[in-house]
Nanobody
Framework: EVQLVESGGGLVQAGGSLRLSCAGS????????IGWFRRVPGQAHEAVSA????????YYSKSVKGRFTISRDNTKDTVYLQMNSLKPEDTAVYYC???????????????????WGQGTQVTVSS
């Protein structure tokens, strides 16, 4: 059974930092591109970042580029999302997901991701 488990969310003041983790099991983690998405109630998933099986290939949305950093440690089957300079508009539930089917022009399409975690809440107070 494939499982993705996010952790590291919480409440932080604007300008603060959090590091999210996404731990995978039941799959060859290194074979998958891993994406981070976020969602606020009543809205669709918003792509945040993704990391290719080649860890040098990284994708970021415009809203987080320069503030967030994605990385992976395949020895631990874990992907990290370091979030700095957090803003109230970053408040959302953050999800990680796996895919084998994306590239530069499609990494942000949630429909191309297969397995999803349960999410972790990030709340940024002003």
């Amino acid at each position: 059974e494939v499982q993705l488990v996010e952790s590291g969310g919480g409440l932080v003041q604007a300008g603060g930092s959090l590091r999210l983790s996404c731990a995978g099991s039941g799959l060859r983690f290194a074979d998958f591109t891993i994406g981070w998405f976020r969602r606020v109630p009543g809205q669709a998933h918003e792509a945040v970042s993704a990391i290719d099986t080649n860890p040098r290939i990284l994708y970021y949305s415009k809203s987080v580029k320069g503030r967030f950093t994605i990385s992976r440690d395949n020895t631990k089957d874990t992907v990290y999302l370091q979030m700095n300079s957090l803003k109230p508009e970053d408040t959302a539930v953050y999800y990680c997901a796996t895919t084998r089917s994306v590239g530069r022009s499609s990494w942000d399409l949630s429909s191309l991701y297969d397995y999803w975690g349960q999410g972790t809440q990030v709340t940024v107070s002003s």
